[in-house]
């Protein structure tokens, strides 16, 4: 099956530093990739939906200078947290939709998450 | 514009209990909708879906149709097991939107 890993699973960093998560579509391409953030025990909020080769679409209240997606190739989008704050601690998980001829566009593959911990 | 709401958790009950885990939705048109799996600290997996009215997803023993006419995808499974328990999450997918709309996910143990 379709296989989205995340990198890494885990970090740790102090306040005010930059943290870059890479997520990967290893087995097949996506032209779309999602970001979302989930909190404790609550549901998926999506942050943005990237497509390849443009930029990344922000859902409303989602900080496009604090939260910048790259997504420059076909198996690959970064997420990466400027200048990171204890409230920016979050698990965050990307998804893939895959864009082959033949298998279904509908579904998305969810990466493991990155568990972020700023202290 | 859409929504997911699904039955509030904790749901907890006995290994080879039913399961029924209700999942309502709004959209307009004709959504795609879907039931994921999170296990504990993982990413979501998705467990089953369904693109049409009157379809029924299925997978590892659970089951959902989709209701049109009562806007519904319920999950259920007839006999539970300890390794069920996660949190599953009920999702749609607007009818040429791209991205998924989630419910707010329903913790489920299973003791055995």
């Known amino acids: 099956g379709a296989v989205v890993s995340q990198h890494p699973s885990w970090v740790i960093c102090k306040s005010g530093t930059s943290v870059k998560i890479e997520c990967r579509s290893l087995?097949?391409?996506?032209?779309?990739m999602f970001w979302y953030r989930q909190f404790p025990k609550q549901s998926l909020m999506l942050m943005a939906t990237?497509?390849?080769?443009?930029?990344?679409?922000?859902e409303q209240g989602v900080e496009k200078d604090k939260f910048l997606i790259n997504h420059a190739s076909l198996t690959l989008s970064t997420l990466t947290v400027t200048s990171a704050h204890p409230e920016d601690s979050s698990f965050y998980i990307c998804?893939?939709?895959?864009?082959?001829?033949?298998?279904?566009?509908?579904?998305?593959?969810f990466g493991p998450g990155t568990r972020l911990t700023v202290l | 514009g859409d929504s997911v709401t699904q039955m509030e958790g904790p749901v907890t009950l006995s290994e080879e209990a039913f399961l029924t885990i209700n999942c309502t939705y709004t959209?307009?048109?004709?959504?795609?909708l879907f039931w994921y799996v999170q296990y504990p600290g993982e990413g979501l997996q998705l467990l089953l879906k369904?693109?049409?009215?009157?379809d029924k997803g299925s997978n590892k023993g659970f089951e959902a149709t989709y209701r049109k006419e009562t806007t519904s995808f319920h999950l259920e499974k007839g006999s539970v097991q300890v390794s069920d328990s996660a949190v599953y999450f009920c999702?749609?997918?607007?009818?040429?939107?791209?991205?998924?709309?989630f419910g707010q996910g329903t913790r489920l143990t299973i003791n055995p």
């Open positions: 087995d097949f391409q996506a032209t779309t």
């Open positions: 999702a749609l997918k607007g009818q040429g939107a791209q991205k998924l709309v």
């Open positions: 959209a307009t048109g004709y959504p795609s």
């Open positions: 369904a693109t049409k009215a009157d």
């Open positions: 998804s893939a939709r895959y864009s082959g001829a033949s298998g279904n566009t509908d579904t998305q593959y």
């Open positions: 990237s497509n390849e080769g443009s930029k990344a679409t922000y």
